[in-house]
């Protein structure tokens, strides 16, 4: 143990002096204050033995008890638990009758509290029962600030202090009239609530509406810990049930307005928890008063990160429904969350790119319109590539009349469309651009990278890709597969997105600019890895579409190897979508003399022939269901 230092050597002779007043002098001080009293005229009426008020407080046994404690902290006085007989001691003097020595008892705890590094043993807690259930207001103020103080070092096991009963006399203290006894057992509530089944306990104890009283105290320490001790109650869904019925919602919405900037987030905080469960929506957005979702809104502006960051979370969980985005959306939202992006605070960007993630996706109730596919169906790709072999070996007449059966029409498919005036609302220049800069600047960023790519994915309709191109955001996309250490969700998004873009002829040739060596290679690598079949097949979409153009073959044909590896692996997949996928690129790659000798030399026609059987042993099945059930 090191060598106390001025200040507590000061308070440890303060502390021993003030024992040593109350041993002698505390009997005597309270003979003459008894005396007094009972020389009042009140205490004349009645000369009956059962009427008498004095009774000896200080105990003998109690004197010589303290006078042992003071002994040990006089000889041996160290930072660390008590033994045995200290101890015992320590316990006398909390369960004693006497104010002054109950004082003494919580302040050595409260100085115990301020120094100590080691863990806290069971049988210490025992005392603070007594000194937490003390009449006298200043043993309740020492007393609860060093459970505080224990607990906050993380001397005491949380969930212990409940299981030895001292739940139930801190919340009694949430009841006092001095604010740092409210101040202090409100901190203790909101240390405590951090463990599960001390949230159980807080609740089953009707420890919730004490504190949303004092949530509207006009202390601001008291506030303050009171909204902390609400906020940790919220992590569980039961607490929430109580909060609403206890009319918790009105009371932190009204908080947001706080002008102390830690009750703006406790209870920002506590909202977003509370928004997590839909159930509560309804309790939270009365359609007759959208007061909650305009104080969040501006919320955004605030000056304080956290602030700012909380309320992008609990925008981001209210909007659950096509109603409160357009709400938000109407509400100016974009132009805030703008500014968000270029924060310095990574929590405050990660938040409002997530935020606006949410504004942009599709709308459920929209329906569906026909689109052309993603690709030609795998019949009519095996039919336009076997033609293209076959026309060379037996004639054009002789392939159309062996294969004709073959042919079938390409299905419709349906796709949810974005809401068109909430796109063109989303899909501004400014919007875009600030993407475009965040995803630059933020590129290593999972949660950023990931999050814009589907941002931009879910705006990139016709109309919008040419802003898009015109934006950041492509370059940001490419550059961003470079990174090695670039997630593979984050990868799957971005790829994603750019085999959306590539599908459009403007957008394509805008991404064909910015492609190099190094990009060709990735794409190549990215198609050919087995690990990740999403990422695998998006990089090969990206590569099919990009084909046709004169600097990308030049580009392929470096890696032409790998390209038919990968291709081999589609045509054998399971799945459907891979294999046509396959086809469709390995036609496109045909034009080129290189990649055809290729093709020829690595037996690429026997592979295809062998799906081609296949896919006719489908159809005669096909067939065959269909005739037995016209039947």
């Known amino acids: 143990m090191g060598q106390l230092c001025g200040r507590c050597m000061q308070l440890l002779r303060d502390f021993i002096g003030f024992v040593q007043r109350m041993s002698s002098d505390l009997v005597q ?4 204050c008894l005396t007094l009293i009972s020389n009042c005229s009140c205490l004349k009426q009645s000369s009956s033995k059962n009427r008498q008020l004095y009774k000896p407080i200080l105990q003998p046994h109690e004197r010589v008890t303290a006078q042992e404690f003071l002994q040990h902290i006089e000889t041996d006085f160290e930072m660390s638990p008590l033994g045995k007989d200290p101890l015992e001691a320590l316990r006398t003097l909390s369960f004693s009758e006497n104010p002054g020595l109950q004082q003494s008892a919580a302040l050595y705890y409260l100085h115990m509290s301020q120094h100590m590094s080691i863990p806290l043993p069971v049988e210490h807690l025992e005392p603070f ?3 937490l259930r003390s009449a006298d207001l200043e043993v309740q103020q020492m007393s609860s600030l060093s459970l505080v103080n224990f ?17 139930e006399p801190i919340l009694d203290l949430l009841e006092s009239e001095d604010p740092t006894v409210q101040c202090n057992s409100c901190a203790c509530i909101m240390t405590l609530a951090v463990s599960e089944s001390n949230r159980e306990a807080i609740g089953a104890a009707r420890g919730v509406t004490p504190l949303l009283s004092l949530a509207n105290s006009y202390d601001p320490r008291v506030q303050q810990n009171a909204v902390g001790a609400i906020l940790n109650l919220t992590q569980s869904e039961k607490i929430q049930q109580v909060l609403c019925k206890e009319g918790a919602l009105p009371v932190l919405a009204l908080l947001l307005e706080s002008p102390d900037s830690e009750v703006q987030y406790y209870s ?8 997590a469960n839909v159930q509560h929506h309804k309790a939270l957005l009365r359609p007759s008063d959208r007061f909650l979702l305009r104080t969040l809104i501006s919320l955004l502006s605030s000056s304080v990160d956290k602030v700012s960051s909380q309320a992008c979370v609990c925008l981001r969980n209210l909007a659950t429904s096509v109603d409160i985005q357009a709400e938000m959306v109407a509400e100016n939202v974009l132009p805030k969350l703008c500014s968000l992006l270029a924060s310095g605070s990574e929590d405050v960007r990660r938040a409002s790119i997530a935020l606006l993630w949410i504004l942009s996706q599709h709308p459920p109730n929209q329906e569906g319109v026909p689109t052309n596919p993603f690709l030609p169906g795998p019949e009519t790709c095996l039919y336009q590539c076997f033609k293209s072999l076959a026309t060379k070996r037996h004639g054009q007449h002789q392939w159309e009349q062996r294969h004709c059966k073959l042919s079938l029409t390409t299905p419709v498919v349906k796709q949810p469309i974005l809401h068109e005036g909430k796109r063109d609302t989303l899909a501004c220049a400014e919007l875009l651009q600030s993407l475009g800069t965040l995803l630059a600047a933020h590129k290593t960023d999972p949660v950023i990278v990931g999050h814009t790519a589907c941002i931009i994915k879910n705006l990139c309709l016709s109309k919008n890709r040419q802003r898009i191109t015109e934006s950041r955001c492509v370059e940001g996309l490419l550059q961003t597969m470079l990174l090695t250490d670039t997630q593979e969700d984050s990868l799957r998004y971005v790829t994603s997105c750019l085999a959306e873009l590539a599908k459009q002829e403007g ?15 990735c794409l190549v690598r990215l198609a050919g890895q087995l690990e990740h079949p999403e990422l695998s097949f998006h990089a090969a979409s990206i590569i099919q579409h990009m084909i046709s153009h004169e600097k990308m073959m030049l580009l392929w044909k470096y890696h032409i190897g790998e390209i038919q590896a990968y291709l081999k692996n589609f045509l054998t997949h399971q799945e459907v979508r891979f294999q046509q996928l396959g ?9 080129d003399p290189d990649f055809s000798l290729a093709f020829r030399k690595s037996q690429m026609a026997k592979l295809l022939e062998q799906v081609r059987q296949q896919t006719e042993e489908t159809q005669e099945l096909l067939r065959a269901a269909m005739c037995h059930e016209d039947s």
């Open 29 to 32: 001080g309270i003979k003459e």
């Open 129 to 131: 029962y007594a000194l």
């Open 151 to 167: 607990l906050l070092e993380g001397n005491i096991n949380k969930e212990l202090v409940v299981q030895m009963g001292l739940l």
């Open 268 to 275: 920002c905080a506590a909202l977003s928890n509370v928004a």
């Open 507 to 521: 957008a394509m040739l805008h991404m064909v600019q910015w492609m190099d060596e190094p990009l060709t290679k």
């Open 583 to 591: 086809i469709s690129t390995l036609c496109r790659l045909r034009a």
